[in-house]
């Protein structure tokens, strides 16, 4: 199987991952955990499939700009989510062994 492939798969499945959390409303416990709310949870695994897809798509298309377009694209993608629905960062309780 090759790189492209693997690429679109994984891409397809968090962009899959992010609408069921969206549309259903329930993430799996370690990950509701890591976000403020579950819709950032939903937008940044959406966000982040549908760049990986943009990206992989973009390699296969004809012409001389749309891979680079398609970068540019997933990059700024990638920006949107981790600059606005990022998950929390290490600074909460911490549990004493």
């Known amino acids: 199987m090759s790189t492209e492939v693997l690429g679109g798969l994984a891409g397809l499945a ?5 609408m069921r959390m969206l549309v259903l409303g329930r993430a799996p416990g370690m990950i509701a955990r890591s976000f403020r ?11 982040f499939g549908l760049a990986l897809l943009i990206y992989v798509g973009g390699l ?3 012409g001389a700009m ?3 377009v398609a970068a540019v694209l997933a990059v700024a993608l990638v920006g949107v ?17």
């Open 14 to 18: 968090l962009f899959i991952f992010g």
């Open 37 to 47: 709310s579950l819709r950032d949870a939903g937008c940044y695994h959406l966000l």
């Open 60 to 62: 296969h298309l004809p």
């Open 66 to 68: 749309t891979g680079q």
């Open 81 to 97: 989510a981790l600059v606005r629905f990022r998950p929390r960062g290490g600074r909460g309780p911490t549990r004493k062994a």
